[in-house]
């Protein structure tokens, strides 16, 4: 098994709704990351687990709490998000050392209304 | 710190002709670089990748790069155009593997 997959593929959520994002990988990486992609921009990175630890978080606002419950589960929880939250939101994963590149999920295409 | 820049955030190709992408890194040590390719609605795919070793590094669908220390570049080329070449670039550095930096992305468009 050689990839990321992410669930659900798309999901509309109101600004009161809580919600999650599924990530998983079954390579035996033990370092997976969150990214948000705004249409037509780079992806920018939300929040780093090495070995089942958050290791870094780029000062995202409280409304998203990543949760790792196993080395080949990620998880991303919302709450009260904002309109302007929406975007794709990105998976990946790499060996301890992602030195040698990421393997990215597909993605959650996500709109808050 | 590091970071990328991508010249031409969008490059149109006839179809047959010659694809080239243009990166420059700034690192104070030696990089680690990366093409990714994303295609609408999808995640990145890497492309190719250095990391030590062959400056000249061949990836997936007749891509390669040139690793130029010397010119601080990572250039990516493929000899031949294809239509399903079309979709965004991106070009990464990474010194510590924990922090990957990217490019603003190129935007291919191949012209049949």
């Known amino acids: 098994d050689t990839e990321v997959t992410q669930t659900p593929k798309h999901l509309v959520m109101g600004m009161t709704n809580k919600k999650s994002l599924k990530c998983e990988q079954h390579m035996g990486h033990r370092a997976m990351y969150w990214y948000k992609q705004k249409a037509k921009k780079p992806p920018e990175l939300m929040f780093v687990y090495s070995y089942e630890k958050l290791s870094i978080n780029e000062s995202v606002p409280s409304r998203f709490s990543p949760e790792c419950p196993n080395s080949s589960l990620l998880n991303l929880h919302l709450h009260a998000l904002q309109p302007e939250d929406s975007a794709l939101y990105l998976c990946?994963?790499?060996?301890?050392?992602?030195?040698?590149?990421?393997?990215f999920g597909s993605g959650t295409r996500l709109t808050v209304v | 710190a590091q970071s990328v820049t991508q010249l031409g955030s969008h490059v149109s190709v006839s179809e047959g002709a010659l694809v080239l992408l243009r990166c420059n890194y700034s690192?104070?040590?030696?990089?680690?670089l990366f093409w990714y390719v994303q295609y609408p609605n999808q995640g990145l795919q890497l492309l190719l990748k250095?990391?030590?070793?062959?400056?000249l590094v061949k990836g997936i669908n007749g891509f390669e790069a040139e690793f130029k220390k010397s010119e601080t570049s990572f250039h990516l080329t493929k000899p031949s155009a294809h239509m399903s070449d079309a979709a965004e670039y991106f070009c990464?550095?990474?010194?510590?593997?924990?922090?990957?930096?990217f490019g603003t992305g190129t935007s291919l468009t191949v012209i049949p």
């Open positions: 990946a994963s790499s060996l301890a050392q992602g030195a040698e590149g990421y393997t």
């Open positions: 690192s104070s040590v030696p990089p680690y």
């Open positions: 990464a550095v990474t010194t510590t593997g924990n922090q990957f930096y």
């Open positions: 250095y990391t030590t070793g062959a400056t």
